[in-house]
């Protein structure tokens, strides 16, 4: 049986949520939704964040050309090199920098030091609850929805 993830992170991939504030968040989610479980991931380095198999392909941020999959892993694999510090990745479409956390992921997926994890939800998150934890966090967050 597959599982479904809904995973949040901050948009900013060198956020990082205190212990604190992750517990406030999980209590805020587990009074909207039931779930498996919901829990909060922390991580020494900044680490790629997924949709596992819901990823379908990836775009420019510019001109929103599609980027291929060999192209964008060898940008990754420089990319771990150094820890996913430097995320600078030079789109081959349109010759713009940007970072690979800015790249259109469809489905997102994002960097991040940190996540809170929410495994079979038995709803999606409202917005109200998203704009709730985005005050909470004192961040914008991105929500990734992911498939194994």
């Not at 994002?110 to 079979?120: L, Q």
Request: with cysteine.
């Amino acid at each position: 049986m597959s599982e479904y993830i809904i995973r949040i992170i901050p948009e900013q991939e060198k956020v990082y949520f205190h212990k604190a504030l992750s517990q406030d968040m999980i209590n805020c989610i587990s009074r909207e939704i039931k779930a498996d479980s919901i829990s909060c991931e922390e991580y020494d380095e900044i680490s790629f964040i997924d949709c596992g198999g819901n990823l379908e392909e990836i775009s420019c941020p510019y001109c929103h050309e599609i980027i291929p999959f060999d192209i964008w892993g060898d940008a990754m694999e420089k990319a771990a090199q150094s820890g996913f510090t430097d995320l600078t990745f030079r789109t081959l479409c349109c010759g713009n920098e940007c970072s690979l956390n800015e790249l259109e992921y469809n489905f997102p997926c994002g960097f991040a030091r940190c996540m809170i994890e929410i495994v079979n939800p038995d709803r999606e998150l409202s917005e109200p609850l998203i704009q709730q934890l985005e005050e909470l966090s004192e961040n914008k967050l991105r929500i990734i929805q992911a498939h194994y």
